[in-house]
């Protein structure tokens, strides 16, 4: 019976002592690993942006910012919402909405090729290094900005 007892304990006491090697690999997503961009919520964005990102940020006030530095161009431009006309509005709220559907398809948690930062007042920036959808996104703010 002892004999049970001593390996019933020697049992328990290795399996609290072992190492957890789940702890030893760094998880995907935490607080020390966040991808991040320093141009979101400022003045001047595309002077903060890395060669190839593009940003959209929108927030309550309804004020779009959309800024870029693809292909060698720097561009910032920003629109009122509530003082566009409804079919320039239209035109912005789906090249925005095919920006995110873009960004979320090739988002990776292990890589910073989709930036997502929301501020405490509500606004949403985002920024994404694929060329693609940020040309599509400022071809379609430039024509808006020409026509306004």
Known sequence: ???????????LTAGCTQPDTVNDVAPAFGTDNLATSQACFTENPSSL???????????????????????????????SVTQM???????????AADFFQGASAIYDVTSNIVIYHRATDGTLCTVTGDGAIGRTLMATAHSLADTE
């Open 49 to 79: 942006l890395e060669p190839g990102q593009t940003l959209l940020e929108r927030g309550p006030g309804g004020i779009v910012k959309i800024s870029s530095r693809v292909g060698g161009r720097a561009a910032n431009l920003e629109f």
């Open 1 to 11: 019976m002892r004999a049970l007892l001593a390996i019933f304990a020697l049992t």
């Open 85 to 95: 006309p409804d079919a320039s509005r239209q035109a912005l709220d789906a090249a």
